[in-house]
């Protein structure tokens, strides 16, 4: 039979899908799971949103144009400068969520073998967006005794060679929930500026900043045109993961006409999902000062109950809702399967994402795992309860 | 500034989409153009699709599963088991568009600089995808003479290498409209068995085969369960463009169990184009029958007039809505412009698509362009006089 490639040999798998399968065994075994592992928000998407769905103003399911629909385009110009930030049109391309964003950032970008800098731990699906675009992700790590802020420059001037190209944050960040200051990013401006790099800023989870916190994106500041592209995408903003609209926003023409060849070459970005985002624009304030209201709740709630339990460590997110928690165990890959596998506390067990996932240093992150706090907190509570009790039993597990 | 990537610099740009600019400009001056260049049907969607989207169940818009919804799934497997063909629903992956279930193909399948074997005409954008995954497309040349008739098996054997990791078609084709005959097929099962090679085949215009015949999909050929690929869309389909939904369909387990890497990567298919698609598998016949006369009157129509051109020489298509025709002109990219450009009768001219870059041949296809016979019949008759008082003027411009 024909050979597969070796790309797709050596594409990653997915480190937050790949317990599914024993979270379905344990299902079947009657186990209630409660899942801490993914991002999929339970918010519903904003009634604007479902409305423009419901009243579709045609039969005409025809391609838009390549970098989207204009009119949604201007919208989002809208919104930018709602955000401080000063757009053009042109500066905007839709996208099929920040997946194609980003595949298509690195496709225009990148040359093969050439490295981007990544603070790791990182969004997983990066190091497989890297691996379908022949790039390398060189991580630098941040660590969780500092509560993943930016590393040192000094460590990213340590890394750069004469095939690294860019540097690419998430801010705020999945999954640690780390915002990154201004200081932070005015010193990340420097250096791409130093090493004439692009700065890559996935900004998804803007809108989800908490204690007063205000996020600053890579678009307001100066010097940057040439350098600054953002990833964005509407899945978390309006809780619409599945209508898989996204953008790249950069005001650098010269990039933006040849995204415009890879946009074109798939034709365009899905319609029904854009009509969807076109309305979501005009989503009551009070939508998300509910949303963050709940997310802020959730977060609380769960930071201190994690943080209760003998030998976790959680640090306290900014943004997102996404923790990276430390726990007393050697390996989290082997205990997040046994959870699923052995463990049931009340005929209930939790489901975490392992962190190792989340780094491309081998071995780094083996006793942290990712947790999303998009579960009510009544679910949060049995979930906490799940994992100290599965804490307890694991420990006699290993002792025996 | 930093530099873009070599590979967006020798991505093509569609040619499809090229001539575009100079369609603004003749529009801005007043000048009605007539658009035999694209391929956007101008039939509605079915009814129960757009019902579906206007009473969506819920406001979760949240990821579906990466492999698509899998009522969607099966729906698919029963569409196909009306189609003669029988699937398991893990032989289906539902992807974004038939665009990017190429992608995916190409990155599963291939290595940088492996090569695939492509009739040429065809379809142009498959150029980009193949930059876009760093492999090349060996073009073997199909000529207007016969047809566009599948080229000799003789050709195909010269151009395989070690490189060569595949052939693939487009049945019914995309730009001729030719549809290859149960000899062909078996003439291309002989070859890839011989090499072991995949038999990659989209057949996303199956539904347009006119005059009686019926379409043969690659999936019904005995003995390739490990190398036919079948590319499915329901954009064409159900003129559904917009939504963005196709398909890989493989009984090849290791393809798709790596296929699901690249799927998951990417989180999943949009989900209001699934809902459109699964409720579109509901399509009453009628619909199919309408469409179908449609084309074939328009067809008719278009193959006849042009033939009576002097000079002028169209083949009839037997599936899809295309066709490529041979023009007196010696170069069809220059005649195209210039019709945009310099022309116009009654106030009216008429925009084609070069064929040239359908064929990936240097030179190929000069005197050639793709017209897609996407128009109402009487828009069609003012588009054929345009065509024919263009090639008059524009020989009159020549020999001045």
């Not at 699923?340 to 491309?360: H, N």
């Not at 009510?376 to 804490?391: N, Q």
């Amino acid at each position: 039979m024909p050979k597969i490639s070796q790309k797709a040999i050596e594409m990653p798998s997915s480190p937050i899908r790949k317990l599914v399968p024993y979270a379905t065994e344990a299902k079947k075994r009657g186990v209630h799971v409660l899942h801490l592992n993914i991002g999929q928000p339970d918010i519903k998407a904003p009634q604007v949103a479902i409305d423009a769905i419901k009243n579709l103003p045609t039969n005409d399911v025809a391609y838009t144009n390549s970098e989207g629909v204009s009119s949604y385009q201007s919208g989002l110009v809208n919104y930018y400068k709602n955000n401080n930030i000063n757009l053009n049109v042109k500066d905007i391309m839709i996208t099929t969520g920040g997946s194609e964003a980003l595949v298509m950032v690195f496709n225009a970008c990148f040359n093969d073998d050439d490295e981007i800098l990544v603070p790791e731990p990182f969004y997983a699906n990066y190091n497989g967006f890297a691996r379908q675009t022949n790039i390398n992700v060189v991580p630098i790590t941040a660590s969780i005794e500092n509560d993943f802020a930016l590393p040192p420059i000094a460590d990213f001037e340590k890394k750069i060679t004469p095939k690294t190209k860019a540097i690419m944050i998430c801010n705020p960040s999945n999954p640690t929930g780390y915002l990154y200051s201004l200081k932070e990013l005015e010193q990340l401006k420097e250096i791409v500026l130093k090493h004439d790099l692009f700065l890559i800023a996935d900004e998804v989870y803007r809108e989800f900043c908490y204690d007063g916190h205000t996020p600053i994106s890579i678009l307001e500041l100066d010097g940057l045109k040439e350098n600054a592209i953002v990833i964005d995408s509407v899945s978390k903003r309006y809780s619409m993961c599945g209508a898989r609209i996204g953008a790249i926003v950069t005001r650098n023409n010269e990039l933006i006409s040849v995204l415009m060849k890879f946009a074109q070459a798939r034709l365009c970005p899905p319609y029904f999902g854009q009509v969807a985002a076109e309305a979501a624009l005009n989503t009551p304030k009070e939508y998300f000062e509910e949303v963050k209201a709940e997310y802020v709740a959730r977060r609380n709630y769960l930071v201190e109950a994690l943080n209760k339990i003998e030998g976790v460590y959680c640090p306290m997110p900014k943004g997102a809702f996404y923790a990276v928690v430390k726990l007393p165990v050697e390996n989290a890959d082997e205990f997040a399967k046994w959870l699923l596998e052995e463990f049931e506390y009340k005929g209930t067990t939790v489901m975490v994402a392992p962190a190792s996932g989340f780094y491309s240093t081998p071995n780094h992150g083996m006793n942290e795992v990712r947790v999303a706090y998009v579960l009510k907190i009544s679910e949060l509570k049995r979930a906490v309860i799940a994992l100290e009790e599965g804490l307890r039993a694991y420990k006699e597990y290993k002792n025996k």
